[in-house]
T-cell receptor, first 114, second 116 residues
Framework: KAGVTQTPRYLIKTRGQQVTLSCSPI?????VSWYQQTPGQGLQFLFE???????NKGNFPGRFSGRQFSNSRSEMNVSTLELGDSALYLC?????????????FGPGTRLTVL | AQKVTQAQTEISVVEKEDVTLDCVYE???????LFWYKQPPSGELVFLIR??????QNEISGRYSWNFQKSTSSFNFTITASQVVDSAVYFC?????????????FGTGTLLAVQP
């Protein structure tokens, strides 16, 4: 089975721009979660989608948004980029998004904001 | 509040040494799940193990072993006869069963460097 894929792998943007990151889960997985990883804050939960609905959201400003399509693929969008948004964005998929499900991660998208 | 602490920021060992990575967690819930992930330089988080709070049996998988002790809220990870390929950042994480979320609460990670 193919793993979780994320595109693009690297992105460079400037302040004020917006960006869209894509995540394709493992086939059959219906839950997709997004995490932000920075040296200062570590790994932080952004949000989770299941059946095209956002089920949970972390403590991030409204500039961070996402969606999920009927094939479970997910996108996250960051508008009005700030320098502090530079991070590795990781996507994880699991079967049903229950706590006992294992989440499998993709390779991440490294975003640099100049 | 729920929290995961990995007190060891960095560990350096020489190949073939055994090394233990510590993980201490805090939660008032009685049902929860603990995980270990490995993050090599490529960036992807690789799943290693999941353990639920009712299963305190230690687990061994090849050179890897895990020691779960509810009495001390610890879930430590030991690599026996370490190899250079084990060099990575290792994260311990917690999910609560009772919450309406599958949000992983991560520790800050331990960078393991295995020298040849």
């Amino acid at each position: 089975k193919a793993g979780v894929t994320q595109t693009p792998r690297y992105l460079i943007k400037t302040r004020g721009q917006q960006v869209t990151l894509s995540c394709s889960p493992i086939s059959g997985h219906r839950s997709v979660s997004w995490y932000q990883q920075t040296p200062g804050q570590g790994l932080q939960f952004l949000f989770e989608y299941f059946s095209e609905t956002q089920r949970n959201k972390g403590n991030f400003p409204g500039r961070f948004s996402g969606r999920q399509f009927s094939n479970s693929r997910s996108e996250m969008n960051v508008s009005t980029l700030e320098l502090g948004d530079s991070a590795l964005y990781l996507c994880a998929s699991s079967l049903d998004g229950t706590p006992q499900d294992t989440q499998y991660f993709g390779p991440g998208t490294r975003l640099t904001v100049l | 509040a729920q929290k995961v602490t990995q007190a060891q920021t960095e560990i350096s060992v020489v190949e073939k040494e055994d090394v233990t990575l510590d993980c201490v967690y805090e939660t008032r819930d009685t049902t929860y799940y603990l995980f270990w992930y490995k993050q090599p330089p490529s960036g992807e988080l690789v799943f290693l193990i999941r353990r639920n709070s009712f299963d305190e049996q230690n687990e061994i998988s090849g050179r890897y072993s895990w020691n779960f002790q509810k009495s001390t809220s610890s879930f430590n990870f030991t690599i026996t006869a370490s190899q250079v390929v084990d060099s990575a950042v290792y994260f311990c994480a917690l999910i609560l069963h009772g919450g309406a979320t599958n949000k992983l609460i991560f520790g800050t990670g331990t960078l393991l460097a295995v020298q040849p």
